[in-house]
């Protein structure tokens, strides 16, 4: 099938009905803003972006959609780097920024309420004065959304110890690509019946649009010890990692940074990193206060195993907040050492860190790309970063295979094509790298029983032959 | 129970098969859809009396054959099994290793893995380290028409297609049948410490739990007990109307800071410390706490999962009481407090309570807890009032899409047709 017409004005006009002139775009300019999300190398403008304010509005705005069989696409930040909030067949972008309220916290239950639209660090900022947050942390989360992380089943550095947003969801109310509205779970424990949450979180806004959450809410630990730890190279760190884990040790996060990370976000936040090193772990123990200084030593005790050239605690939250900064905005500093840069997300099961990111490492080199990276070495996630030049001569294509190469080693090793970026428009045509036809087939069932219309986001995830847009 | 031909809610299975391998699942279960068998999948027979009487059993599918460790990384923390195998053969490989898997469902030694994830059994530890859903990670399935596939892999994080290993959790064997499961697993805690608090009332009991979590502590285990279960439990007298099982595991010095807070702090909740138990005591006394619930005490029996939120958990459990006084029945709650899940366990003299006052009942506390946004599962009760209920009691809007799901997988309706919510 090929692609639908853009939007009749009839069509904007019963969309303006809903949610008003102001929160309807169709100038091709203010569409532009919409064209990708936070990865830039896909790109395609909807025919129309409408910011509903309210559950009702976004079930009314599907409605219309599907009375003209036009594609939908929710979207939150926008900060996904998977192109999964890009229209990629046109149609309707859903941007949920205007659905911003935290309705409920409930700390008897550790529940929190809240629309898609409210920022991931928002929520914890309102509970902390009590005693509580949420625990995921993408890097994003002082820019990207519920909804987002709803979508994408975010990840963070802490979610080595605390698990990924899917683990922090008790119940959702969705608008299903039928234009229905549906609770999925319950706020009670064990709903009957199949998770339908745990189906719908990380499915990429492929099967309806959330509009209210209820989320878990944890109680902030009573103490915290951070640990930097820097290595000669690259392998010995990731050693280290592993023994760590081996021992038994649960660290609420454990980062990693390569030479030319260090380097770049040393000069661009002055954190008083090591530059002289080939790598760096950043560790991070919390808990009972009775309980971390022994694990801490334990953790000082691998690192110098492994040929730790220098070991620092973070005397002070201040110290601590240093560190932190160096690594949440480590992406953000990539922009000095290039023109052009493509973020990759990869897992390898944790106990072959080294031998991967060795071979990562020599393939680039190989094909004359440079790499600085980032790690949530304790889940196996790596983010090789790739630094290039577009203009240059035949560079899109020896980026894309080197991503390709990339994810065969982490295949070949165990891993996966996504630790917490997502499918999206990038990866859906590698999905077969891993899974059997059979394999997708089940998950093109679950797609149809929630959209077998295909209006939803279409595109994303399993690769374009499934989709009636092929 | 190998050899003897099953009845499941008073349905005969006419046939069984016990395959050896994977591949012999995918040929017995495409031989039987091919011929349009209902099919139910069958592990250790713990929960056979969980869901609604099943509309047909011809063939009765036992994974008691596939039950090897197929992969165990410990610096990975990650294990695959084979569906058959029970929980505590797993638990004994991973004690080798100083790990163990977070679950802790009744009959560790006959609950196999598959069983666990099929009907999504908890314990007590489920308030610190969730469901089986918080750990499953990766699974290998057959179809109704005998298609193998796979979801996830053994990585903790993974974001690679749609969650499929949480729709399998959970689904009761209607969406097929496992083969090999992947969890993620967890190092055992250095020591373990059991205290047991009295309290006068549930909501006494309840309250401490706040104040627990407000002063720091961060339990494994927060579990309520009122005195007749403690009771069966202990089979001691007890002296109390309710008791608060608090078990802590960490560094032994985490665990002794815990427990030296927490006797500080309980005389402001007008709590009592019974007794403090060890490490090694602990382990022995959950070993048979967890099966407690399910443990029969002779005569016929009702047992009740009531599911709430924490303010209306109170009003629940004094409609539980009530409800036991009048079918004059031995009433035993055990609350996971942290979680605010009651089990009721009523027992009284073999068919001495007519079918339609248990109806009535069951209808009564549900209304109550449907009302206040929770549910009632009935696990167990008698086959004749079972036949006139749906044990599930869920009503939904959401039931329509689980119907579709079930739909697209098994377009027939052959695994274990009808026993599942709504029908499915």
């Not at chain 1, 390709?404 to 996504?418: D, H, K, N, P, Y």
Request: a negative charge.
């Amino acid at each position: 099938m090929t692609q639908e017409p853009p939007l009749k004005p009839q069509i904007l006009e019963e969309l303006r009905g809903i949610v008003g002139a102001e929160n309807v775009l169709a100038d091709p300019e203010e569409l532009l803003a919409y064209e990708c999300d936070g990865g830039t190398l896909h790109r395609h403008p909807p025919d129309a972006v409408v910011l509903p304010s309210s559950g009702e509005e976004v079930a009314r705005i599907i409605a219309v959609a599907c009375k003209y069989r036009i594609p939908f696409v929710p979207r939150g930040a926008g900060t996904g780097l998977s192109g999964g909030a890009l229209a990629r067949f046109g149609g309707i972008v859903l941007s949920l920024t205007r659905m911003k309220s935290i309705r409920e916290l409930d700390f008897e239950n550790r529940q929190a309420v809240v629309q898609p639209g409210v920022i991931n660090l928002e929520l914890s900022t309102a509970a902390s004065p009590s005693g509580y947050y949420f625990a995921p942390d993408p890097a994003s989360q002082m820019v990207s959304s519920i909804g987002g992380n709803l979508a994408e089943n975010a990840g963070g550095p802490h979610c080595f110890k605390y698990g990924t947003t899917t683990n922090h969801v008790v119940a959702l109310q969705v608008v299903l690509p039928s234009g229905e509205t549906v609770e999925l779970g319950s706020r009670a424990a064990d709903c009957p019946g199949y998770d339908l949450v745990g189906i719908f979180i990380g499915s990429e806004g492929t099967l309806g649009v959330a509009t209210r959450a209820v989320l878990k809410l944890s109680r902030l630990p009573q103490a915290t010890r951070t640990l930097l730890a820097a290595f000669e190279s690259l392998k010995d760190a990731c050693d280290a990692v592993s023994s760590i884990i081996a021992r038994g040790i649960i660290p609420a996060a454990l980062e990693m940074m390569d030479r030319r990370m260090i380097r770049a976000v040393e000069a661009a936040t002055q954190a008083g990193l090591p530059t002289d090193v080939d790598a760096v772990l950043i560790i991070e123990l919390d808990g009972l206060a009775a309980a971390l200084p022994l694990q801490a030593d334990r953790v000082a005790e691998t690192c110098l195993g492994y040929g730790c050239k220098e070991l620092r605690v973070a005397k002070s939250e201040e110290e601590r907040q240093a560190l932190w900064k160096g690594r949440k905005e480590a992406f953000g500093t990539t922009g000095r050492m290039t023109r052009d840069l493509y973020l990759h997300d990869a897992v390898a099961p944790r106990n072959r860190l080294s031998e991967v990111v060795t071979r990562i490492y020599e393939i680039a080199d190989r094909a004359g790309i440079r790499l600085a990276s980032l790690a949530h070495a304790g889940d196996g996630n790596l983010h090789p970063i790739l630094l290039f030049d577009i203009k240059k001569e035949g560079e899109e294509k020896r980026i894309l295979k080197l991503v390709r190469e990339m994810l065969q080693i982490c295949v070949e090793a165990g891993g996966t094509l996504s630790g917490e970026h997502g499918i999206g428009s990038e990866k859906n045509e590698y999905m077969d790298m891993l899974f059997s036809a059979e394999d997708l087939e089940a998950m093109q069932r679950v797609r149809m029983a929630f959209d077998p219309d295909e209006l939803c986001n279409p595109g994303k995830i399993l690769p374009l032959r499934f989709s009636r847009f092929h | 129970m190998a050899g003897t031909i099953l009845e499941i809610d008073g349905v005969r299975v006419e046939r069984e098969e016990t395959p050896a391998s994977a591949a012999e699942l995918a040929q017995v279960m495409k031989a039987a859809h091919d011929a349009g068998l209902s099919m139910i999948g069958v592990g250790g027979g713990t929960k056979l009396h969980l869901g609604n009487p099943p509309r047909s059993a011809q063939l009765a599918v036992r994974t008691g054959r596939l039950r090897g460790v197929v992969e165990y990384e410990p610096d990975n923390l990650t294990v695959s099994v084979g569906a058959g195998a029970t929980l505590q053969e797993l638990q004994e490989t991973l004690r080798t290793q100083n790990q163990f898997l977070p679950l802790d469902p009744p009959h560790p030694d006959r609950a196999t893995l598959g069983g666990l994830v099929a009907c999504n059994t908890s314990g007590p530890i489920r308030f610190r380290y969730g469901t089986v859903r918080d750990m499953l990670i990766g699974i290998k399935i057959v179809h109704a028409d005998g298609t193998q596939t796979k979801a996830g892999g053994k990585l903790v994080k993974n974001v690679t297609g749609y969650d499929m290993c949480k729709l399998y959790a959970g689904s009761l064997g209607t969406l097929g049948i496992f083969s090999e499961l992947t969890f993620k697993v967890q190092p055992r805690s250095e020591a373990i410490a059991t205290v047991m608090l009295a309290y006068s009332s549930f909501r006494a009991a309840l309250e401490a739990t706040q104040a627990i979590l407000r002063a720091d502590l961060t339990p494994d285990v927060m579990e309520a007990l009122n005195c007749s279960a403690f009771e069966m439990l202990t089979g001691d007298a007890c002296h109390t109307p309710w008791v608060l099982l608090l078990r802590f595991g960490e560094a032994d010095s985490a665990v002794r800071w815990q427990v030296d807070r927490l006797r500080e702090i309980t005389h402001t909740s007008g709590g009592t410390v019974l007794i403090a138990l060890g490490t090694r005591e602990s382990e022995e006394f959950w070993q048979e706490a967890v099966s407690a619930r399910e443990r029969s005490g002779g005569g016929e029996e009702l047992l009740l999962k009531c599911s709430v939120l924490y303010q209306s958990a109170p009003e629940t459990e004094r409609r539980m009481i009530e409800m036991g006084e009048r079918m004059q029945a031995r009433t035993l709650l055990f609350c996971h407090a942290g979680n605010c899940i009651i089990y009721g366990r009523y027992e009284w003299p073999d068919g001495s309570r007519a079918a339609d006052d248990l109806l009535r009942e069951i209808a009564a506390l549900r209304r109550h807890c449907t009302s206040v946004g929770g549910h009632v599962v009935v696990e167990k009760v008698r086959l004749e009032v079972k036949r006139s209920m749906d044990v599930w009691g869920y009503h939904a809007r959401a039931l329509e899409l689980m119907r579709g799901i079930k739909k697209q997988f098994d377009p027939k309706g052959l695994l274990n047709p009808g026993r599942f919510v709504g029908g499915i």
